[in-house]
């Protein structure tokens, strides 16, 4: 089993910015390859951002230039660090692993909230 727990989110005026983090434990090795994804009241859940297990990052057109991911190698603990935050931005956040098997495996995910 694998365990994963967000936090860091908030609300931010426009413009601000946000940490998030993934907490991961259990059967899921330090380096993994880890996602955030997003869901918008009435949307569907998308991806966010990558991290492969080599640390390569992709980031979704809609957030490219403001976000970055970083890892903590010992711990496991993936960050998505948000810049110049959009209303549009506003959504729950969650981190997500797929193992070997295809097994996938989400947080609880943390609110971000975007407004004046």
């Known amino acids: 089993q694998v365990q994963l727990v967000e936090s860091g989110g908030g609300i931010v005026q426009p413009g601000g910015s946000l940490t998030l983090s993934c907490a991961a434990s259990?059967?899921?090795?330090?380096?993994?390859?880890m996602d955030w994804y997003r869901q918008a009241p009435g949307k569907q859940r998308e991806l966010v951002a990558l991290?492969?297990?080599?640390?390569?990052?992709r980031y979704r057109d809609f957030v490219k230039d403001r976000a970055t991911l970083s890892r903590d190698n010992t711990t496991g603990t993936l960050y998505l660090q948000m810049n110049s935050l959009k209303l549009e931005d506003t959504a729950v956040y969650y981190c997500?692993?797929?193992?070997?098997?295809?097994?996938?495996?989400w947080g609880q995910g943390t609110q971000v909230t975007v407004s004046s």
């Open positions: 991290m492969t297990s080599a640390g390569t990052t």
């Open positions: 997500h692993y797929s193992d070997f098997q295809g097994r996938h495996y």
């Open positions: 259990g059967n899921i090795a330090s380096r993994s390859a």
